[in-house]
């Protein structure tokens, strides 16, 4: 049951209210041992503020839940690939592993050199990639319209 | 009188706040027409929050402020090279210049390709390097006491 299609899904779910909200559909969950910590998806529109991304206010969210500034036992579960701020903040908090939705060639971490992520941190990309893409596409499809 | 000295004086003011808090001291302050519109210190100990770096929280407050993402006319003064983190809220944000006092060899952006910051950011480094670096020098030799 707990597998990463699973989580992913939820992040999915964070991404579509996102979408209800106007916002562009990105959704992260933190886990940790099979456990939801935190959720959130991207209000950056609503809270007129460029940092408040999905996935740096789930680590916030699951800093704050854990009492501890580091996650190396938690899982980010999260639709697109991280920003540079977004990979920044997960470098910080330590993560143990991330698992990524769809790329983003444009403004996602993995382009720059050498690597954003802190050294210990796992990475899995391509999880439900084509669900997570089609909820951005159908999003600015719609913005355009 | 509106000299970067001047400004990067109140960035360390800052900086200064945040060690007497027991916090790594790093300052920042947001002018925008010679105008201190946010200023913000480290707080990530107190807050347990990777996030409440002092360019991170400067640039939300000065949003705010603002009522808009952007802060194309404003200038950062930052006692420390922000890190990738920082750096990728700035950008985000698109400021409009960045004098950085203390230069940050193991954890600034800088040392990353392509560049982090936004093309259209200008960049002023070295500004009271010297008293920057000594209060964090202070800070450690204090800690390590």
Redesign the interface.
Known sequence: MFSDEYFMNLALQQAEIAADKGEIPVGAVIVCQNRVIAKAHNL?EQL????AHAE?MA??AA??YL????LPDCTLYVTLEP???????L???QIGRIVIGAPDEKRGYA????S?LHPKTRLTTGVLADDCQELLTAFFRRLRS
Chains 1, 2 share one sequence.
Not at 67 to 70: A, I, R, V
Not at 111 to 114: A, H
């Open positions: 950056t007129t503020d460029v940092t740096l680590v916030t800093t704050h009492g501890s500034k580091y920003c540079v701020m977004c990979a920044g903040v470098f910080w908090a382009r720059f050199q050498p954003l």
